[in-house]
């Protein structure tokens, strides 16, 4: 039987394993800050307030992280084992080898890091280079991505096009025709492309920084 503490331990639990306190990742969902607040958790009446499913599905959705996750949190309180993903450096990153036609890592060529946040077996990692990515992502920052985990306006994400560019930048708009990405750093332009130019889109879920 599914406890109401928890449940509330597993929003706790999920909001630390992704860089959060609760009432951050409330306001990274897109919930009011207070929504996970120790107070919200019972009624004045003393009766228990469990957290909705909409709630769960958001915060789910900003971290990346897929249900079976949380209820690995709910079950045992404890996160998930870690597991090592693979790493290369943006600069490789755009290199023929690395990636296959899904937009999964590839078995050759990449370094491995330990990290414990994901269930998404295709996730990896990049080195950030130069600064064209600041104040967001620094030179020698590590981004974990989910190319699993499907995108939304307002995302963080990394594009690499079929010219072998790769990029990390905002998710404005996405259409059956088109992208638009927004610029982390204000000294470099925003880019759209065709979708046809694209190879593959993935979001970012977590950085080291």
């Known amino acids: 039987m599914m406890k109401h503490s928890d449940v509330w331990k597993a929003v706790d639990k999920l909001a630390a394993a ?16 207070t929504t996970f607040n120790k107070s919200k958790r019972t009624t004045r ?23 079976s996750e949380f209820m690995a949190y709910v079950q045992n309180g404890e996160t998930p084992s870690p597991r090592n993903v693979p790493l290369i450096g943006f600069a490789q990153a ?18 491995e890091i330990s990290f414990p946040g994901t269930t998404d077996r295709h996730a990896f990692a990049l ?3 130069g600064d064209s990515m600041e104040p967001v992502y620094r030179d020698g920052d590590i981004v974990i ?12 994400v990394v594009v690499k096009t079929k010219d072998g560019e790769v990029m990390a930048k905002l998710l404005k708009r996405q259409s ?22 694209v190879e593959w889109v993935a979001r970012i879920i977590w950085a080291a920084q």
């Open 127 to 129: 080195e950030i280079s």
């Open 176 to 197: 059956a025709q088109r992208i638009e990405l927004t610029s982390f750093n204000p000294a470099h332009e925003d880019r759209e492309f065709p979708l046809s130019e």
């Open 145 to 156: 991505v989910s190319p699993e985990g499907g995108v939304r306006r307002g995302d963080r």
């Open 18 to 33: 992704y860089g959060y306190s609760a009432s951050g990742l409330a306001r990274k969902a897109g919930l009011d800050p």
């Open 45 to 67: 009446e003393g009766k228990l307030r469990w957290p909705s499913t909409e709630s769960i599905s958001k915060i789910l959705n900003a971290t990346g992280a897929d249900l």
């Open 94 to 111: 755009g290199a023929e080898g690395y990636f296959d036609d899904a937009g999964y890592p590839t078995r050759g060529g990449w370094d």
